[in-house]
């Protein structure tokens, strides 16, 4: 079976614990979780987390089936498709001359990426896109040498209708 990146949010009670109950049913079931973010909502008392995992259609059926049984999930969304998906990306990347810091200038300017620090040795970008454009832009600059990268995990949100 053909498999692709599923995004699944889930409005949870916002309760110590919760978090816990939701990874374990993903252990127990055997699935792997790619990204895992978590955050308030508009609604008090009420977080989203947001899963992203890499499976086949039957597979994602099987697990939004398993999580709407649970008490603490009060609603499920597929946002795999339709859906505005972002992910924060944070970099550190060596600045060996003047022409380096150039063509890493350049390259926020094709980009998406914003300067967020920058010293005699390195520069710190913050990029925020969908997942594939970071894998790209990491690609073109990873001849610099990458010191530190962190990334959030996915975030998504179904379009308007």
Known sequence: MNTQTHIIAM?????????????????????N???????????????????????NEKT????????????????VTN?????????????TINIK????????????????????DMNHTSMTLEFTDQPENIEEFLKKIQQFGIKEMVRTGIIGINKNR
Do not use: W
């Open 60 to 75: 994602i059926e099987q697990l939004e089936k398993q999580l709407n049984k649970m008490i603490d999930i009060l609603k």
């Open 11 to 31: 409005h949870v009670i916002d309760e110590p614990g919760v978090l816990t109950k939701i990874s374990g049913l993903f252990t127990r079931r055997g699935f």
């Open 97 to 116: 001359n003047e022409t380096a810091r150039t063509e890493l200038i350049n390259y926020t300017k094709i980009y998406p990426a914003k300067i967020v």
């Open 33 to 55: 979780i790619d990204t895992i973010t978590v955050g308030k909502t508009e609604t008090k008392g009420t977080s989203r987390i947001t899963v992203s995992l890499h499976c």
């Open 79 to 91: 946002v795999t498709d339709n859906s505005i998906v972002r992910e924060l990306c944070i970099i």
